[in-house]
């Protein structure tokens, strides 16, 4: 029966294998699959990836509810409110529909 050192050697050189295996069955699928890109003419966003350029979807803005008569400026009620909209009645400043 081998010792406990000869186990954990054998184990050890089994990784090195395992690992020398993958990295090179990984470089032949890219380059396989590199192939198949080039062959026809697969687009990232076909592959379901997001385009490198595009940054992250942006939420719709919300319609205007509040608008002040004086310069057009226009709120929607949500977040921190206006200065020219503090202390006043919101009421005088809703767009009507």
Do not use: C
């Amino acid at each position: 029966m081998p010792s406990y050192k000869q186990l954990t050697a054998q184990l050890e050189k089994l990784h090195k294998e395992v690992a020398a295996a993958r990295e090179k069955e990984i470089e032949q699928a890219i380059a396989e699959i590199k192939e198949k890109i080039a062959e026809y003419d697969i687009t990232a966003e076909e592959l379901g990836f997001a385009s490198r350029r595009a940054g992250p979807a942006r939420k719709k803005a919300l319609p205007a509810r509040y608008m002040n008569p004086k310069t057009g400026e226009t709120w929607s009620g949500r977040g921190r409110a206006p200065g020219w909209l503090a202390g006043k009645n919101r009421e005088r400043f809703l767009i009507k529909e």
